[in-house]
Structures are given as structure tokens and as C-alpha cells.
Nanobody, 123 residues
Framework: VQLVESGGGLVQVGDSLRLSCRMT????????FGWFRQTPGTERELVSS????????WYEDSVKGRFSISRDNDKETVYLEMNDLKPEDAAVYYC?????????????????WGQGTQVTVTS
């Protein structure tokens, strides 16, 4: 299984970004996904997850109303739309997948990880 993220970059406060994560190597339709983020010296935190059907989503409180997770099973890609970005959103964002759960917000449930994409937010 390979996960490849893209879409990170340098933006200003209040801007938007859309992260993408394409999965290859196993059936995309049978796994749930999560987007994590990590800053230096901190633990990786789960910010959003989506079920294998896309019908159920979960968001960490600080991103509710600003971030939106979605998936396109035909393109085998999961997205994280990030709006109204704040300096505290700056981090390396990682896509992760699990085949053991149809939906989860448990950090330890994810087995496969991408390499990460950097999001920098300047004021």
C-alpha cells in the first residue's frame, strides 16, 4: 500500500488549501482514512477521518467548521479541504489508512501512512 499526499504549501492567515492523498496497492473502497498533523516536538494528532463509504466523518474540535474531508472512490483519492487557515494549523499533514475499521477516530487504528506534506501559514 502506498499513500502519496500533495497540495501543501505556504499560505497566509485566512487562506485555503486542499490536500490530496492518492492510495495505490490495495482496494481503496475497503478502507477508512484519516488526516493527521504534526509539529516539531509534538505527537501526531488526528484532525479528521472518513469512513470507507464516505458517509461518516469526524473532526477534531479546533478544525470543525473550517476543514472538510471527502473521498473520491473512482479517483482513489481522499481530500482535506482547509479553509480560514490559522497559524496553529501549520504542520506536516499526513494521510493514513486502515483496513481494520469501516470508520474510526482512534489514532492507533491506522496502519498505512503517507510521507507527509508541509503546510505553512503566515500572518
Amino acid at each position: 500500500v502506498q499513500l502519496v499526499e500533495s497540495g501543501g504549501g505556504l499560505v497566509q492567515v485566512g487562506d485555503s488549501l486542499r490536500l490530496s492523498c492518492r492510495m495505490t496497492g490495495r482496494s481503496f473502497n475497503t478502507c477508512a482514512f484519516g488526516w493527521f498533523r504534526q509539529t516539531p516536538g509534538t505527537e501526531r494528532e488526528l484532525v479528521s477521518s472518513i469512513s470507507w463509504t464516505g458517509s461518516t466523518t469526524w473532526y477534531e474540535d479546533s478544525v470543525k467548521g473550517r476543514f472538510s474531508i471527502s473521498r473520491d472512490n473512482d479517483k482513489e483519492t481522499v481530500y482535506l479541504e482547509m479553509n480560514d487557515l490559522k497559524p496553529e494549523d501549520a504542520a506536516v499533514y499526513y494521510c493514513a489508512a486502515t483496513f481494520d475499521y469501516t470508520m474510526t477516530n482512534l489514532k492507533g487504528a491506522f496502519d498505512y501512512w503517507g510521507q507527509g506534506t508541509q503546510v505553512t501559514v503566515t500572518s
